[in-house]
């Protein structure tokens, strides 16, 4: 028995089996009458029959296929019709696969049983969440949050006592946390389109549906949910795809457009041949899938998989999971819970030093003090900052054609270690263009012309005007209006060549020659010809087409020239010539074509209306003349090597992932730098479906569990994020595997670990949205791209230019490093600030209260972080290696060492010594009641440490902007810095001397002189940053030498505000 039959012989023997079950159950009852069989069935024969059809959906998989495999298998395509139909227990009509006349399709006494089996021909769409529930969580969860709103009940709580009558504190305080949560609840919304573009897919108009009652035909109009499995139905041009389905019958020249799965403009034939045995099913001719459309011909077509087993299902089941945390999110709940134990041990510590004080203290006092002292410690101003730091950022990226979605792509952008990018439309043009024509010079060479404006479709004699001509003529394309191109590609490419070189004039004079007889090409022939009359007499035969079937039909070359003269006899050697040629084409990842020609002398009589295909065949295709080889390719976009070569520079890998056969795809990756241009490749560089197809592990993603397949696919993928440059003939699922591996077991250091690559991926169609949503940044194609492409993105890129992705890493870091700094600069007030707490222990009156506190990090310190958005690159960013989010967080050791231990205690000597330069505030310390004009001392001195903070706080703002470079060279290019700079101390200014603010923070006046004294503050932070810096310098020049290797990078990156703090 054959491969083809094995279908057929499982489902047979399944039948067989059931059939035995069904009776087993039953017992040994005898047959009932007639009567009785009309009554209701036994469960065990529904059961049995249920079975029966669900073994006939698992028939239509591969053989050793399992039918909820993650990737899309079926053997459709591949067996033979009669096989096919018998399988699924469907029937052609009288009239054979066009199913015109006579029963056909599946019996309608069946479709009930066959709907319990398979369902609605709907995609199952995701569980959403509430949004309103979102809401809730996004404003009262959280470690921050609940920091946040403790703090606000304590205030509440002492208020509501009697302990305190600061009604300032807790209402901003709530404010901030629930507009913070509002804008995050709001950027997540914007972004939750997915299904929804993907439920826009699916068919709504009825289907016309053949189906059998009793062996009577029965026409009917279906809603395309209740189409099952076995039913023929029959599409026209401008139809919606309803399934899945196999090709039973078409119209010559049937087309499909498949843009809205893979993001391809031009539309694909179809053709009910049966394909061949393990061939990919995306590629075959005689399949359509759901959700794509018919532009032209009509079709007669058997539906084979339905709803969530569709090639549309399977990608909307891919993407149904939440997407996983982005490293900022997982570096900022890092840094809160960092915080948060700050916040707690510094509430705790002082909680138990007023506890353990020998003078007792009430017990509103003693919470009001831990709660001052934790609450000090929280940037309440930290989300809102980076969130509108990165509004800021994505303002500026759009400036550059990227537009950002979703806003922690930015941050993770400037992490991204490889890009992963399609080929058509992102790599190269996407549009095929005539780049060689080549023709024998000598019986022993040929040479190559790419200059075609010297062409003239008049010249007879010069070969390349000839071959033109020739592809013009013998040609499909049809120009429609504003001179647009309908064709296939290949076509196309040789009309815009002639456009280009002759004008619209000179292309439709030749196109609008009387045609006399014609073969259209087709994928059998792989030719195409045309009889044409010739202009001084007779006819013009043109043939073109594959190389090796055009070579076939010739006698004859020209060689040299195109007049008769030059005509010679075609030898082996220049069969070998035309054949070494057109490898060379095609290894240039160019499609090529061969034309030939000769003149013929049929009567003017002759009926070339009655020629049958045979007799064309043995009389019009003899004795052609070779004329030469056209070299079709679709070129790299001009910038993307250099744009290639950028991100190498930037130590991010480009790998190359297509559809196309694997020898074009690596000629592009040669052309624009992804592969070396010129040696032997190394294993492992160039990977195929074939190599692919038992890679893919057997759960949703890889596991560790020391099992043979996962130490089999460790062993494979390994090697594979190492080395590989190109995919090939890759499936969606193969996409999102390729994303999978790398972030896994990519991003090997130097101490053998892999910490796993951040992958950014582009694509354009619905086969790609599972990769898009893998991958840690997904980069959809705003021209090109599908609406569910561009759910699924994280950043669009609206130019589709490659080159706009490598300016977004470039932003991207320039964001990382500014938020960085911005994070720093907020915590260098949190030593100065949490002080005055635990002096309060120690009888100094109290510096800085709550209110004063949130005076800084809300009412000036957040719009100064935020301004550090617009601050302009300090280094060549685009030249060091990507900074890894697990190995160099954003917060880190190096940041809270600068912020605290440095910048911070700078802060706090000084505000501590302009508090004690308070006339008589010496008087005070160690008293708990004081006399109005002790009180007012206490409110100068509070005041003046509170001045001298916001001017500690200007001058770390000042510091933070350069990590090495000195302030006297780099200047303040920051203009919105510079103004909220000058806004913090207009805004201190009203705090200080405003009436009403005078009572909400408790400040009073100052003396010019107590307003110019803390500017030594300034001075001398700016000096001591200017010493460190100049060591950082040297010792960064010291270490600018190393070579840098962009496939495995050191093990632990310097983090640059480490490097500011110890110069190094």
Known sequence: MSMKDEPLRRVSQKKQEVEAQAQAAQGSAPPKASKDRKSKRPASLIIAKAEDMRQRQIMLYETGKDPDDRDYHTSAHSTDLKTLMESQNTKLGKDGPACREGSAGIEIAEAT????????????????????????????????????????????????????????????????????????????????????????????????TIRRSKNERRELMLDAEDLLPGDIITLKAGDRVPADIRILWCTDGMEVDNAALTGESIPEPRDPATCEEKSPPTHARNLAFYGTTVVKGNATALVFFIGDKTFLGKIAASIKSARSKST????????????????????????????????????????????????????????????????????????????????????????????????????????????????????TAMETVTDFSKTDPADKNTLP???????????????????????????????????????????????????????????????????????????????????????????????????????????????EVIAANAKTLMGQAKRVLGIAERRANYPADFHWDSATADFAKENFLCDMVFIGLFGIQDPPKP???????????????????????PDTGVAIAKEISIIPAHGELPPFTVITDKELADKVPSGESFVDDGSDEANK?????????????????????????????????????????????????????????????????????????????????????????????????????????????????????KVPQCMPNFMELLGIPLALNVSQVLAIDIGTDIWTAIAYAWQPKESALMERKPRHPTLEK????????????????????????????????????????????????????????????????????MATTTYHESLFKYLAPNGKLNICIGMEVIFAMLIIFEPTSQGIFMTTGLTAKQLLMPWMT???????????????????????????????????????????????
């Open 113 to 208: 049983t066959l709907r319990e089996v398979c369902g609605k021909n709907k995609i199952t769409p995701p569980q959403k969440e509430n949004i309103w529930v979102r809401l809730v969580k996004q404003i009262f969860t959280g470690i921050f949050n609940v920091l946040l709103w403790g703090t606000v009940l304590v205030e509440g709580a002492l208020i509501y006592t009697g302990n305190s009558d600061d009604l300032v504190t807790p209402i901003i305080l709530a404010s901030v946390v629930v507009a913070a949560g509002l804008l995050q609840w709001w950027t997540e919304l914007k972004a939750e389109n997915l299904m929804d573009a993907l439920s826009n897919m699916q068919a709504s108009a009825p289907v016309p």
């Open 328 to 443: 900022l999110e997982i570096q900022i709940e890092h840094f809160v819970h960092l915080i948060a134990v700050v916040a707690v041990v510094v509430g705790l510590a002082s909680l138990v030093a007023n506890l353990l004080d020998p003078k007792p203290h009430p017990i509103g006092y003693i919470i009001a003090n831990a709660a001052g002292a934790l609450f000090a410690q929280v940037p309440e101003g930290l989300i809102p900052t980076v969130t509108i730091s990165l509004m800021i950022a994505s303002q500026k990226m759009s400036l550059r054609n990227v537009l950002v979605r979703k806003l922690d792509a930015v941050e993770t952008l400037g992490c991204v270690s490889v890009v992963c990018s399609d080929k058509t439309g992102t790599l190269t043009r996407g549009d095929m263009t005539l780049g060689d024509m080549v023709h024998f010079s000598s019986p």
């Open 465 to 575: 005007s000839k071959m033109l001509r020739g592809g013009i003529r013998n040609n499909a394309t049809v120009i429609g209006k504003d001179n647009k191109f309908i064709g296939s590609p290949t076509e196309v490419a040789m009309m815009k060549a002639g456009l280009e070189a002759w004008g619209v004039k000179k292309v439709k004079d030749v196109m609008d020659n009387t045609t006399l007889y014609e073969i259209p090409f087709d994928s059998a022939n792989k030719y195409m010809f045309i009889a044409e009359p010739y202009n001084e007499g007779g006819q013009l035969f043109s043939l073109k087409g594959a190389p090796e079937r055009v070579a076939k039909f010739c006698k004859y070359a020209y060689v040299g020239q195109g007049g008769q003269a030059a005509i010679k006899l075609m030898t082996p050697e220049m069969q």
């Open 639 to 661: 910038g993307v090597k250099q744009a290639v070569e950028d991100c190498h520079a930037a130590g991010v890998r480009v790998i190359m992932i297509t559809g196309d056969h």
């Open 713 to 829: 696919l460790e062993a494979f993928w390994t090697q594979v994020v190492v080395h590989a440059r190109v995919f090939a003939r890759v499936t969606p699922i193969h996409k999102q595997l390729i994303v999978q591996a790398l972030q896994k077991w990519g991003g090997k250091q130097a101490d053998g670990k892999c910490y796993g690559d951040i992958v950014a991926m582009t694509g354009d169609g619905v086969n790609d949205a599972p990769a898009l949503k893998q991958a840690n940044v997904g980069v959809a194609m705003g021209i090109r791209g599908t609406e569910v492409a561009k759910d699924a993105a994280d950043i669009i890129l609206l130019d589709d230019e490659f080159s706009s992705i490598v300016h977004g890493i470039e932003q991207g870091r320039l964001s990382s490093e500014n938020l960085q700094k911005s994070i720093a600069y907020t915590l260098c007030s």
């Open 890 to 957: 954003i917060v880190n050791g190096g940041v809270l060492v600068y912020a605290y231990a440095y910048m911070g205690l700078m802060q706090m000597v000084c505000c501590w010594y302009f508090y004690f330069q308070a006339p008589g505030i010496w008087n005070n310390l160690g008293k708990s009641e004081f006399t109005p004009e002790e009180a007012h001392t206490n409110k100068v001195a509070s005041t003046m440490y509170y001045y001298t903070l916001v001017v500690g706080q200007i001058a770390a703002a």
């Open 1018 to 1064: 300034f001075i001398a932070i700016s000096c001591v940053e200017e010493v460190r810096k100049s060591f950082a310098r040297k010792s960064l020049h010291a270490r600018e030498v190393a070579p840098q290797n962009f496939l495995v990078r050191d093990v632990a990156p310097q983090n640059p505000l480490m490097q500011r703090f110890l110069g190094a």
